[in-house]
């Protein structure tokens, strides 16, 4: 299957920096990415759905100012959390679309956990 | 509004046992229906996925799926747990073919005992 990688795997923080994740489809274009939150032991809650070239479009309750989303090209996808608090802690999980002729499926990265202390 | 629920936020099983993990979902259009397994501290991997055509899907690992849509269920089997499938598994419905959004089940988590 298709490849997707995040990076960083981990990261940990101050209170009231940044931090980029960077969400990669290794083998395939992907016009589309989503960025998805994980709570402990909860399901997946979307965020945002990321489409190369245009602006992200936002789930409700989700604050554009504070998840920054850039989709600069068919294979890259950045999530910058902005003056991460305490509460951003989570486990931030993207998916690239692969659509070709034969298929259209979302390809999972493996996930990152961010701490913010 | 689409949506999907699991039955059993638990499965336990004994190795060789059958593995039944339940989903039932809730479209007003035909779906696309999937499932997903999440190891620990790891992303999701794609199991298996119903599109169109046969009801009986196969996937990796030994696992299938059948559609059945007068019960608008997609159930998840094994016919025999090996240790290694202890994860935590996902059934999944897209909403909207054009974008591919996909609503998650609440996800359960599958126990192999030896």
Sequence with gaps: GAVVSQHPSWVICKSGTSVKIECRSLDFQATTMFWYRQFPKQSLMLMATS???SKATYEQGVEKDKFLIN???LTL???TVTSAHPEDSSFYIC????????TDTQYFGPGTRLTVL | AQSVTQLGSHVSVSEGALVLLRCNYSSSVPPYLFWY???PNQGLQL?????TGA???KGINGFEA???KSETSFHLTKPSAHMSDAAEYFCALVTNTGFQKLVFGTGTRLLVSP
């Design chain 1, 51 to 53: 489409n190369e070239g």
């Design chain 1, 71 to 73: 989709h600069a090209s």
């Design chain 1, 77 to 79: 996808s950045t999530l």
């Design chain 1, 95 to 102: 998916s690239a679309r692969d659509r070709g002729v034969f």
């Design chain 2, 37 to 39: 397994v999440q190891y």
């Design chain 2, 47 to 51: 199991l298996l996925k119903y599109t």
């Design chain 2, 55 to 57: 009801t009986l899907v």
């Design chain 2, 66 to 68: 059948e559609f059945k």
